[in-house]
């Protein structure tokens, strides 16, 4: 696990009893992750990364310090991430050590922050992206898969019984003969990704979707597919700026691989993309 949240956090804490929350409070120039990031460690565990190297060894090696003492207190390390960690970033960060317990896991669990002597001592980020998966074959799956490691929110929804039963952890997931109900109830700005079996209800979730101000949707398929779900969009009725958002084939231009765990890494990366540029436009407009 690369990032935590607030529910991570209580789960590790409940499990592990004793813990410290390393977390990134302040960078400067280059570094190998951003103010925020954080992992739980515990006295032969660890949830989460600060970015690996000797800057995190040493966090780890300090926090177990911690652990070790009797009534443990905050600590502050600053790490300048040069030769004397045989890291080249060239940048700092500060990473803060708060010792926690399995009685301040409610604190966590709802999303919120506990609080340690330099005020609080994490906070939840941007909540993740919704990104809804529809159809659960083999390129579905695959696609689940590379995506639940990842900071989104996972909703696999497929019109057929059981294929959903073996989703990661985290994953939400729906069996409903109307899937294209579900793009039509999704929060404005989800990602959208059309894998069906069935190439009319692909039509059916793609116009519902396109309706919702949706921030990606992605259809698999060819430049033919494509052609012709543009042409049946628009007898519905759908404008041309609504059709503009869709995205077939979906995945990296270049990469004409099939396999499906290949589409996979594809699609992940371009979601990843498409979120990097949705954040951007939302920070711009505030």
């Known amino acids: 696990m690369t990032d935590l949240r607030g529910a991570d956090i209580a789960a590790g804490l409940e499990r592990m009893g004793r813990a410290v929350l390393a977390f990134v409070t302040l960078v400067r120039g280059s570094t190998p992750r951003e103010a925020g990031a954080a992992m739980l460690i515990g006295a032969e565990g660890a949830l989460g990364t600060i970015g690996g190297g000797t800057a995190e060894h040493r966090a780890v090696s300090a926090a177990r310090a911690l652990l070790a003492e009797a009534a443990p207190a905050p600590e502050t390390l600053d790490f300048p991430l040069g030769p004397e960690l045989d890291q080249c970033c060239g940048g700092a960060m500060v990473v803060a050590l708060a010792p926690l317990t399995a009685a301040d896991a409610p604190r966590f669990a709802t ?123 628009r007898a519905r009725g759908l404008t041309e700026a609504a059709l503009a958002r869709l995205t077939c084939p979906i995945g990296l231009p270049g990469l004409r691989d099939k396999r499906p765990a290949v589409i996979a890494a594809s699609v992940a990366a371009q979601l990843l993309q498409v979120d990097a540029a949705l954040a951007a436009q939302r920070r711009g407009a505030a």
């Open 111 to 233: 999303g919120g922050a506990a609080l340690w002597p330099g005020g609080p001592i994490w906070r939840e980020g941007p909540a993740p992206r919704p990104v809804l998966i529809y159809g659960a074959g083999h390129v579905g799956a695959a696609v689940v898969r590379a995506l639940a490691p990842l900071p989104f929110a996972l909703r696999w929804v497929d019109a057929r019984e059981g294929l959903t039963a073996e989703a990661p952890r985290g994953v939400a997931t729906v069996e409903t003969p109307l899937p294209e109900a579900e793009a039509g109830a999704a929060p404005a700005g989800a990602l959208h990704l059309v894998i069906t079996h069935s190439h009319a209800l692909d039509l059916e979730i793609v116009a519902s979707a396109l309706r919702n101000d949706p921030g990606f949707v992605g259809l698999i398929g060819s430049a033919t597919k494509r052609a012709t779900f543009l042409r049946r969009l």
